[in-house]
Nanobody
Framework: VQLQACGGGLVQAGGSLRLSCAASGRIFSSPTMGWFRQAPGKEREFVSAMRWSDSSTTYGNSVKGRFTISRDNAKNTVYLQMNSLKPEDTAVYYC????????????????????WGQGTLVTVSS
């Protein structure tokens, strides 16, 4: 399984970006897919995740109300729409996938995911 993330770039504060993560190879019937980010010198931080079976979603506190996770089943792709971006959103964003359902309370645990994308850099200028 390969995860290909793209859509990062440079944007001014207040702007928007949409990240995408396409899964290829063995396709899971009921995965959980999510986004994490890591800024320089900081630990990996949970951003958002979605459970395919019921579209249940969770967001990290720092992005609630600004970011939206969505999916396209036909394309095996998960998206992260990022609005009202702030300089503190600057980080490398990673998509992750778990082969099966994950309880909502564990969405934010990186060790619960089986596969990771290569990361895409988002830079927000002030």
């Amino acid at each position: 399984v390969q995860l290909q993330a793209c859509g990062g770039g440079l944007v001014q504060a207040g702007g928007s970006l949409r990240l995408s993560c396409a899964a290829s190879g063995r396709i899971f019937s009921s995965p959980t897919m999510g986004w994490f980010r890591q800024a320089p010198g900081k630990e990996r931080e949970f951003v958002s995740a979605m459970r395919w079976s019921d579209s249940s979603t969770t967001y990290g506190n720092s992005v609630k109300g600004r970011f939206t996770i969505s999916r396209d089943n036909a394309k095996n792709t998960v998206y992260l729409q990022m609005n009202s971006l702030k300089p503190e959103d600057t980080a490398v964003y990673y998509c992750a996938a778990r082969e099966n359902n994950l309880v909502t309370g564990l969405f934010g645990q990186p060790k619960m995911y089986d596969y990771w994308g290569q990361g895409t850099l988002v830079t927000v200028s002030s």
